[in-house]
């Protein structure tokens, strides 16, 4: 008795059908290909022994491995924030509703993020931290070029040039120009002379043509610039508002200043401090207060953009949190 196929089956052949003919292709070859695939297992999806095996900590102190797993967990979350800036980048009829999802994704990315640093703050061991640290240099989480992605595909680039180079550079700066002249070279400094560490020379060398690149790609389809597509009236929505500002809030004020807070616990010691991995200037470079980086200054008041971090800081330093 020959075997009859269900609805449902015929349907979802028919539609298989529709796919491969147009494009010259023998349907019955790839249903006899599908036949001696293996069933998908999740160890195997997600790579999961590889995964597990990319922590390679350079000293035997136990609490280094929680400081691997930590950044790269980091780095995987800024992965899935650069996946809807790319959706973002690439929707060329983007809807208010569409938008609206996408930056309050990009915002439960960093909620996460922000939520879980605890892990860095608190679960570490203080003499461990201070010991295998000194296996890292120049090693710095400064060198996170998808951090500095993120930025790039949030705002107009003039908005992350140091402040003292934004009025030198005037209106018609290049790409180039303005990577140069960008916030965080700052943060990379030596402090008593002013001269580039070893930590900000290697991530130019390694990193500066691709975030040009990128910066070009995301000239014009960077977050701020499809906002501002918008029809007027979309631009003004509540909602979206608020997911835009704490966006801004987010990057530039909480995430920057949980690692100062992390840095507080472990580099402050009164009357010294610890220079942080790599020579970073972080007591200059962390505090928002001092950056003022922010992402949209349209949707801030003055008031707002003159207190930027300064409340989350003074609370750090006086062990409020």
């Known amino acids: ?24 292709q023998d349907l019955a070859a790839y249903l006899e290909g599908l036949y001696y695939t293996n069933f998908v297992n999740y160890w195997d999806y997600i790579h999961l022994d590889t995964l597990l095996s990319l922590q390679n900590p350079r000293t035997n102190i136990p609490d280094e491995k929680i400081f691997i797993i930590y950044h790269q967990i980091t780095e ?7 996946e809807e800036y790319k ?7 983007i809807t208010l509703e569409w938008l609206t999802k996408r930056v309050i994704r990009i915002n439960r990315y960093f909620d996460n993020l922000i939520n879980s640093f605890d892990v860095m703050v608190d679960g570490m061991d203080p003499k461990q931290f201070l010991q295998f640290r000194m296996a890292l240099m120049p090693a710095s989480g400064f060198q996170s070029a998808q951090y500095r992605m993120i930025e790039i595909a949030s705002t107009d680039l003039r908005n992350l040039v140091a402040k003292d ?3 030198i550079l005037g209106l018609q700066s290049t ?6 002249c960008i916030y965080w070279k700052e943060g990379a400094t030596e402090v008593a002379s002013g001269a580039k560490t070893l930590t900000l020379l290697q991530f130019e060398e390694k990193y500066t043509d691709t975030l040009i690149k990128f910066a070009k790609q995301y000239e014009h389809t960077n977050l701020w610039s499809v ?6 009236a979309d631009q003004q929505d509540a909602k979206l508002i608020k997911a835009m500002r704490a966006l801004d809030s987010n990057v530039n004020v909480n995430w920057p200043l949980m690692h100062y807070k992390s840095a507080v616990r472990y580099l402050q010691r009164d009357p010294d401090v610890i220079a942080a991995t790599g020579g970073t200037n972080w007591m200059k470079y962390l505090p928002p207060k001092f950056q003022k980086r922010i992402f949209y200054p349209e949707l801030w008041s003055e008031q707002e953009i003159e207190e930027w971090g300064k409340g989350w800081v003074d609370k750090v330093l006086n062990g409020d949190i």
């Open 1 to 24: 008795m020959e075997h009859a196929f269900k609805p449902e089956v015929l349907e979802q052949l028919k539609r298989l059908e529709e796919k491969y003919v147009p494009l010259g």
């Open 76 to 82: 995987l979350y800024f992965k899935l924030c650069l």
């Open 87 to 93: 959706q973002i980048a690439e929707d060329k009829d």
């Open 175 to 180: 790409q180039e120009e303005m990577i140069g």
């Open 227 to 232: 906002y501002k597509r918008l029809p007027e």
């Open 165 to 167: 180079k934004r009025a």
